[in-house]
T-cell receptor, first 119, second 113 residues
Framework: ETGVTQSPTHLIKTRGQQVTLRCSSQ?????VSWYQQALGQGPQFIFQ???????GRGNFPPRFSGLQFPNYSSELNVNALELDDSALYLC??????????????????FGPGTRLLVL | QQQVKQSPQSLIVQKGGISIINCAYE??????FPWYQQFPGKGPALLIA?????SEKKEGRFTISFNKSAKQFSLHIMDSQPGDSATYFC????????????FGKGTKLSVKP
């Protein structure tokens, strides 16, 4: 159990619409990354937020945007949805260096994902 | 350009056998190499990770072997069990455990009873 939750679990949208996906990180984890996982592929890095500021971005267009809030929650927003946006969207909660906690590893803790289907 | 190449795409092993999955990378700036396990409908979960100053790391039945000069690393699962049936991903990062992870395409492992 990673302690990372995502909502909704599944979502169906049509081309051109906008979508907001939500993630609740572990308490104290001030870094969150978002990944897109197409069917049968490995996750691809979208962007990372650290203390509410974007801290790195992968090869995704500006219609993919994010927000991070002080309460360790975050959002991924996708505008002008395209069919190829259909994928599993994962957020990863990341502890600061040396702050993983007793018995916990310094790694990225993934949520269960939101399955988005664009028709 | 795929920075982390993973093979095989799928693997079938008998219960009690050894499962071996290989990955190769190109970027010498990578400094963190984790392996993730993913079950259907779940997010990836860390199995074991290694940094490039170590050639091997073992945790229970799972071992990473790392060859820095060849830019390759592999996952060995000893005494494979049906419960190990899942998709395995290797990954690499140049920002340590906090950096953006570059994943391989995954290996679907099936352990037959």
């Amino acid at each position: 159990e990673t302690g990372v939750t995502q909502s909704p679990t599944h979502l169906i949208k049509t081309r051109g619409q906008q979508v907001t996906l939500r993630c609740s990180s572990q308490s104290g984890h001030n870094t969150v990354s978002w990944y897109q996982q197409a069917l049968g592929q490995g996750p691809q890095f979208i962007f990372q937020y650290y203390r509410e500021e974007e801290n790195g971005r992968g090869n995704f267009p500006p219609r993919f945007s994010g927000l991070q809030f002080p309460n360790y929650s975050s959002e991924l927003n996708v505008n002008a949805l395209e069919l190829d946006d259909s994928a599993l969207y994962l957020c990863a909660s990341i502890p600061g260096r040396g702050l993983a906690g007793p018995g916990r590893k310094e790694t990225q803790y993934f949520g269960p994902g939101t399955r988005l289907l664009v028709l | 350009q795929q920075q982390v190449k993973q093979s095989p795409q799928s693997l079938i092993v008998q219960k009690g056998g050894i499962s071996i999955i290989n990955c190769a990378y190109e970027n010498t700036a990578f400094d963190y190499f984790p392996w993730y396990q993913q079950f259907p409908g779940k997010g990836p979960a860390l199995l074991i990770a290694i940094r490039p100053d170590v050639s091997e790391k073992k945790e229970g039945r799972f071992t990473i072997s790392f060859n820095k000069s060849a830019k390759q690393f592999s996952l060995h699962i000893m005494d494979s069990q049906p419960g190990d049936s899942a998709t395995y991903f290797c990954a690499a990062s140049s920002g340590g455990s906090q950096g953006n992870l570059i994943f391989g395409k995954g290996t679907k492992l099936s352990v037959k009873p």
